[in-house]
């Protein structure tokens, strides 16, 4: 049992700042745990009640609330007897439940995640790796409905690594949980602006992953403790006569030194013990910004300053709201002294974090619950910055106000669920994601063959919406690749929240229809072929001769009974051009009037006035490109480009129907279609690399085809142009994205 002392001071710590009723109500809590816990140990081997005890305690310290401190007496007590946690609200309320329920199922995301996410090998290992981390701490923080759950989880770390350093056990398990800390919950704590907890979780995790080191680093910081103390009180004692003597008043104090923190700078500034910048230090806390930079002034004056070494985190915060302003002079020795200087209000703000944060900003009673949904979010900004950027700083006993805690509980990441994968895979997934969501996030076939999905080993209707932490895995139909597809039901509301998850089964719907259209054309065609008695055509020719770019592109449009097999008919038998067809596959709306919308072509024929004039879909001419006209049979003159194989052909049949055009004024706006030819070899984002460039040129893409065999793509586009000189570059820059080996009109 605990010894009745222990207990005394666990009580007189427990309840410091608090309320006289909040006082009783903690009371109340330990002594429930105190019968309750027994003689239970924790799965470190620590007694359970001394676990919880320490967890509360460290809560006190970040002047966190009552429901806060009673929660981290009392989530031990849940996890290890269901009987308890079943009563939690009925005897300490629901908000103390919630809490409890919020640190278990953070400490349920370890258990699942812990070894079981595999990361293949290969150059791409190690970033695969550092994504995954990123999205399981963004993970813990979005699994935290309030965000006291993530202060209890810390406090919880903290005071399992003091155990452990206690009990001097050094093997894999205390290993394992270091890393696991200083990977997670470290960077967590620094996100949040917790210096106190940071450095405890840094230090301590780093004794356990390299014992050797810290050991090391550690001997020199007591080898040279004297003679480090004697110089930095001496040096603290001539700053105070100087700001005594300048009317300043402030307090001046050496600073702790992190073991963590001394490895870090020698490993990455590739520096020896003896030249780190920070062993000799100390603070000075002022009252006001304006004396901050004074007593910068008089430090620079007493000593001489390393001007690399300056920075001033006042006027340019660090991106989790950090301000001091930091130097690094050169002492009486030659050697270098690290000296801090911030306000009351900075020191308070890096101490506690958010608590002193909202302290702060919210002075003055006002509503918490009612702040602009736009102060949340550039918090939650704040959190997710993750930079690297630290600093030291030392206890502090300033209250915090409750109204804090408000704060805490409403800041969540409401916008994104984290949903994990039978191996332990993380996903990000927007709110409200289901089953399919989740099954296309991990790959659009197995979004396709998707039949089923089991959220926590439970089958569940394809249209549940997920929640953080649940385990989701997706049943897949079985037989060869496209051989099952999504179904229309999914694009209905309810089953589906994501833009991409719709795209990608309308996607698939439209190639459905695209292939049964395009097998119901090219058997009318060839039906056609076998009665004309042409089975030997060049279909690709034909198609050309039709205004086609591809084969492909004509028995669609007879397959959606837009093209008449009549003008095949006629094609065959050299009678007549067929006209234009207007190719569906928008792929962009262009503002410009196109003469593929009925705007005016722009074309003169010479000699005459009125008649109609159709620009030909074999060679797409568009200004200022050498003309000439053809008069066709109840069509008008369709316009070809003078190097046009099928004009050349028509000229030497029928020489007397060719007439003479030139490019006349159609307006600014008008823009002309042309088909481009790109070959490249295949890879991922090439069609995305290509798109930009007409993005970027403000061009218009009305087609697209793309064939890819034997590692080569071959694309045809048709884009809209207001002349050939646009054409020409756009051309120039598509021949220069990686991959293109060609970049040609047609």
């Not at 006190?60 to 007897?81: N, Y």
């Not at 700078?265 to 603070?283: C, H, I, P, Q």
């Not at 042409?534 to 001769?545: C, G, P, R, S, Y």
Request: with cysteine.
């Amino acid at each position: 049992m605990v010894s009745s002392v222990l207990l005394g001071d666990a009580t007189t710590q427990l309840v410091q700042g608090l309320s006289v009723e909040d006082c009783a109500r903690v009371q109340g809590a330990l002594d429930y745990a105190s019968n309750a816990y027994g003689e239970r140990i924790a799965a470190t081997g620590q007694n359970a009640f001394e676990f919880s005890l320490g967890v509360a305690g460290s809560l006190s310290i970040l002047r966190t609330d009552a429901e806060t401190r009673i929660a981290g007496l009392l989530f031990e007590l849940a996890m290890m007897d269901p009987q308890v946690a079943g009563s939690l609200e009925e005897r300490f309320g629901k908000e103390v439940s919630d809490l409890v329920q919020g640190v278990y199922q953070l400490i349920r995301l370890r258990d699942l995640t812990a070894g079981k996410e595999q990361i293949g090998s290969g150059k791409n290992a190690a970033q695969q790796a550092a994504a995954q981390v990123e999205t399981l701490r963004k993970m813990l923080l979005a699994m935290a409905s309030d965000m006291r759950v993530v202060l209890m989880r810390l406090a919880s770390c903290a005071t399992t690594l003091r155990y452990f350093a206690e009990q001097k056990r050094f093997d894999d398990v205390t290993r394992a949980y270091g890393r696991e800390v200083l990977d997670f919950y470290a960077p967590l704590a620094n996100r949040l602006g917790i210096w106190q907890l940071k450095w405890e979780l840094e230090d301590l995790s780093f004794r356990f992953i390299e014992p050797d080191t810290y050991k090391r680093i550690a001997k020199m910081l007591e080898e040279k403790r004297m003679q480090r103390e004697g110089f930095v009180e001496a040096s603290i004692a001539r700053l105070q006569g100087e700001l005594a003597a300048a009317g300043i008043k402030a307090e001046v104090s050496g600073r702790p030194k992190h073991i963590y923190s001394i490895w870090n700078k020698m490993r990455g500034k590739e520096l020896d013990f003896s030249s780190l910048y920070d062993v000799r230090a100390f603070r000075v806390i002022v009252e006001d910004v304006k004396t901050c930079y004074t007593v910068l002034g008089i430090i620079h004056n007493i000593w001489t300053p390393i001007p690399k070494e300056f920075d001033d985190y006042i006027s340019r915060p660090k991106p989790n709201g950090y301000q001091s302003l930091h130097t690094v002079v050169t002492a009486e020795d030659g050697r270098p002294l690290e000296v801090q200087i911030r306000t009351q209000e900075m020191h308070n703000f890096a101490e506690y974090g958010i608590a002193a944060h909202w302290r702060y900003k919210e002075e003055g009673g006002s509503n918490f619950k009612s702040q602009k949904y736009d102060e949340k979010i550039a918090w939650l900004r704040q959190l997710l910055a993750w930079k690297s950027d630290v600093a030291d700083v030392v206890t502090g006993q300033e209250d915090l106000q409750k109204e804090w805690v408000e704060k805490l509980k409403a800041t969540t990441l409401d916008d994104r669920i984290f949903v994990l994968t039978p191996q332990a895979r993380v996903l990000e997934l927007p709110q409200g994601a289901t089953p399919i969501d989740f099954a296309y996030h991990l790959h659009s076939e197995v979004g396709h063959r998707c039949r089923g999905a089991k959220i926590d080993g439970v089958m569940v209707p394809l249209n549940t919406p997920l929640r953080n932490g649940q385990t989701c895995e997706i049943i897949t139909a079985k037989g060869p690749a496209g051989s099952a597809g999504p179904s229309r039901d999914w694009l209905s509301p309810g089953y589906t929240v994501s833009s991409r998850t719709r795209s990608k089964i309308r996607a698939w719907f439209h190639a459905q229809e695209q292939a049964e259209t395009l097998a119901q054309g090219r058997a009318l065609v060839e039906k056609s072929l076998q009665r004309e008695g042409k089975t030997a055509v060049n279909l690709e020719a034909l198609a050309h001769k039709l205004g086609f770019a591809k084969v492909d592109e004509l028995f669609i449009q007879v397959g959606k009974e837009k093209f008449s097999l009549r003008h095949v008919e006629a094609a065959l038998h050299d009678e007549v051009e067929a006209p234009p067809v207007v190719d569906e596959a928008v792929v962009n709306k262009s503002r410009a009037s196109s003469v593929e919308q009925g705007a005016k072509s722009g074309v003169l024929v010479v000699g005459t006035e009125g008649l109609m004039t159709m620009l030909a879909k074999c060679c797409k001419p568009a200004p200022p490109d050498p003309i000439c006209g053809f008069v066709t049979r109840g069509k008008g003159v369709s316009i070809h480009r003078l190097s046009c194989k099928n004009f050349a052909e028509m000229r030497a049949k029928s020489p007397e129907r060719v007439i003479q055009t030139e490019w006349g004024s159609a307006g600014l706006e008008t823009v002309y279609p042309v088909d481009l030819f790109i070959l490249a070899m295949d890879r991922q984002g090439l069609l995305r690399d290509i798109s930009d460039v007409f993005m970027r040129e403000k061009i218009n893409v009305i087609g697209v085809n793309t064939q890819s065999a034997k590692g080569q793509a071959r694309m045809v586009f048709t884009a809209e142009i207001g002349s050939t000189g646009q054409l020409q570059k756009a051309l120039g820059a598509i021949g220069e994205v990686k991959g293109v080996m060609e970049a040609r009109r047609q």
